[in-house]
T-cell receptor
């Protein structure tokens, strides 16, 4: 069964550094999403992406965040200058239409 | 999107049916009911969705009341691997960007 792949599974970075989280969505999907989950809290929507542009974003997704689909297969989330509070599990998801399929996540730890 | 109310936790004996309720009394006519689950800290996993009629797939059954104000997810023969957080989500299916808004969900513990 096709799946969403995320790399790396764990990322440790120093505060103020830039990080790029990578995702390979399911190949025929057109809609892409990033979510995050701080330890012990809800899964939170960050951004959705369709037709090479952001279709919706949450208040969390400020100027420090950006998304890109640099080629036909990858979907990336960049955090420009990481803060301690960015430590969380980040999930990528993709959908053909109404059903979202999630990757297994990248655990980001900001020290 | 309409809000949902779920019990914070439930227990179920292994091999028994797990019935997870969800209240969505403010649901509107074009909103679907979706169920996802999250096992430990893995990514959420789609289970089932429906609009008006009851639905069944290889994982579960979804029973929606006639007035659509509540629904029940049924796992017919729960196993230890079904221990997870179950999310009931109600939303309109849009042309672009069908995001999901997750609540706290129900922690289902399946016990042997």
């Amino acid at each position: 069964e096709p799946e969403v792949t995320q790399t790396p599974s764990h990322q440790v970075t120093q505060m103020g550094q830039e990080v790029i989280l990578r995702c390979v969505p399911i190949s025929n999907h057109l809609y892409f999403y990033w979510y995050r989950q701080i330890l012990g809290q809800k899964v939170e929507f960050l951004v959705s992406f369709y037709n090479n542009e952001i279709s919706e974003k949450s208040e969390i997704f400020d100027d420090q965040f950006s998304v890109e689909r640099p080629d036909g297969s990858n979907f990336t989330l960049k955090i420009r200058s990481t803060k301690l509070e960015d430590s969380a599990m980040y999930f990528c998801a993709s959908s053909a239409y109404e059903k979202l399929f999630f990757g297994s996540g990248t655990q980001l730890s900001v020290l | 999107d309409a809000k949902t109310t779920q019990p914070p936790s439930m227990d179920c004996a292994e091999g028994r049916a797990a019935n997870l309720p969800c209240n969505h009394s403010t649901i509107s006519g074009n909103e679907y009911v979706y169920w996802y689950r999250q096992i430990h800290s893995q990514g959420p996993q789609y289970i089932i969705h429906g609009l008006k009629n009851n639905e069944t797939n290889e994982m579960a059954s979804l029973i929606i009341t006639e007035d659509r104000k509540s629904s029940t997810l049924i796992l017919p023969h729960a196993t230890l691997r079904d221990t997870a957080v179950y999310y009931c989500i109600v939303r309109v299916v849009q042309e672009y960007g069908n995001k999901l808004v997750f609540g706290a969900g129900t922690i289902l513990r399946v016990k042997s």
